[in-house]
Every structure is written in C-alpha cells, then in structure tokens.
C-alpha cells in the first residue's frame, strides 16, 4: 500500500496498490499533481526481470479513486527506472537505462524517462554522450528551483560530483554548472543529496575529520569552495533531502 500524506492540512490517505501475479517484479512510483486540474496521481512502473525488459504502468487518480493501465503509453525501447523521482511543473522525471546493452556488454545508454501528470504520456530527455555513456549506478536525478538536475558521481570512492542543469523545460540541452570536490586532506566520502532554495548543494559527509564514523549533514558553497556543517549528525546512508512546496490541496 502507499500512504499519501500532506503535513499542510494534517491529512493522510492509505491507497491499496494493484494486484502483483508475477513474483519477480521491481515497483517504481511517481508523484505528482497536475498544475492545470491540481488532481495528485501517483504513477507505478513495474519492471520484470525475468520477461525480456518487459514494463507495465498504472496511475491512480484521487478524484477517481481508481488504478488505470498506462502501459501502451510506455517509450518502445527497453528501459529500466531507478529511485529517486524529481517533478518539475508538470513532469515526472526518473533516471532511466537501457539494460538490454548492460546485458550484451554494449556501452551504456543512460536517459531520462518523463512522465507528464496533466495528459498522461511519458517521454524521453536525451542526455549528454558523457553522462548517456556513464555507469547507472552513479548517476542521480534531483533539481534546482524549478530546473532539473543530474549528479555525476566519481565512482565508488564519491569525492567528486559534478552538477549537470538543464533549464526551461526539455528542450534544451544539460550544461555542466560546477564540480563538488571533497579537499585532498580529507579521509572520507561526499554524497550530494538535494539542493537548497540559494542552489546551494546539502551534502551527507562520511567519516568527516571532526566527527569519526558517522555522516554529517554539510553544505556546499560553490562560488568559495568550502563546506560548512549544519550541525546534524547521524549514521552514513540514513539522510534523505527532497525538495518541499506547501500546498492546501485535498487528498481525499
């Protein structure tokens, strides 16, 4: 089940998910509200592993109080989504991958799946050869304001991440705006986790020099360079960041 919960107006709503036959299957959900209908829906991608890349996707629309097949409106290429989503106006995005070329050992070919709440359809955002050609696993989705973004993780050490922004919708292309880097003297691994309202990076530091074997909440300032703490500690892999509107729409 999914509970759907605005803090706003203090109200939560438990939604049943469609019925799961097949015992292989990874669940993707997405959620949004339409800013033309301000109806919320949340959109489920189920991926079996085991059925040639085959994908299914439902919505669920709280006016109607029902689940709907949207599986003919899928992209026709093979694809596989991965946590988390990012809404910017009145799309959904997901980082997406081509596993069929991840299982023939071909280059890899990283896109973004879009999904648009008000009419229904999913799309395609091209990437750049350099981040369309880069390991899945260390590319991330988030956004700025109301511009998306994509995280460029080093590899598996995590101390550099390069922000790529695109902004005024998908049309235009992503452009590189700047690179977080941890300092040489520092024995430990950075993890971009989502954005301040200035578009400033709130990073989750691990094994940071005045605070051993636990992760720290940090921000980083990208016009001097610097990290400063925000006073809030806890295990490494535990911190969550997404972004926030206030909103009094109903739920239920």
């Known amino acids: 089940m999914v509970v759907r919960w605005n803090p706003s107006i203090r109200k939560s709503i438990t939604v049943p998910m469609p019925n799961k036959f097949n015992l292989d299957p990874e669940t993707n959900l997405g959620f949004g509200v339409s800013p033309v209908t301000s109806n919320p829906k949340i959109v489920e991608i189920t991926q079996f592993h085991k059925t040639n890349c085959h994908c299914e996707a439902k919505v669920y629309t709280v006016s109607s109080g029902k689940w709907r097949n949207l599986s003919n409106n899928l992209p026709s290429k093979p694809f596989r989504t991965f946590w988390p989503q990012v809404v910017v106006d009145r799309f959904i995005y997901w980082c ?24 229904e359809n999913f799309g395609v955002v091209d990437l750049p050869d350099s981040l369309r050609s880069h390991s899945p696993k260390q590319l991330c989705i988030s956004k700025v304001r109301e511009s998306l973004v994509i995280l460029e993780f080093d590899g598996h050490t995590k101390r550099a991440c390069g922000v790529w922004m695109i902004e005024n919708g998908v049309e235009k292309s992503f452009t590189k705006r700047f690179i977080v880097e941890a300092p040489p003297y520092w024995s430990m691994s950075i993890t971009t986790l989502g ?11 691990e094994n940071a020099h005045i605070c051993y074997e636990q992760g720290a909440l940090m921000v980083y300032e990208p016009n001097i360079e610097c990290f400063k703490y925000l006073g809030m500690y806890g295990k490494p892999g535990t911190f969550i960041v997404h972004s926030y509107i206030e909103a009094l729409v109903l739920i239920v």
């Open 96 to 119: 997406t991958f081509d596993p069929m070329n991840i299982d023939n050992e071909l280059p890899n070919n990283n896109f973004i799946m879009s999904f648009d709440i008000t009419n």
């Open 195 to 205: 954005f301040r309202k200035s578009g400033k990076p709130i990073m989750e530091v």
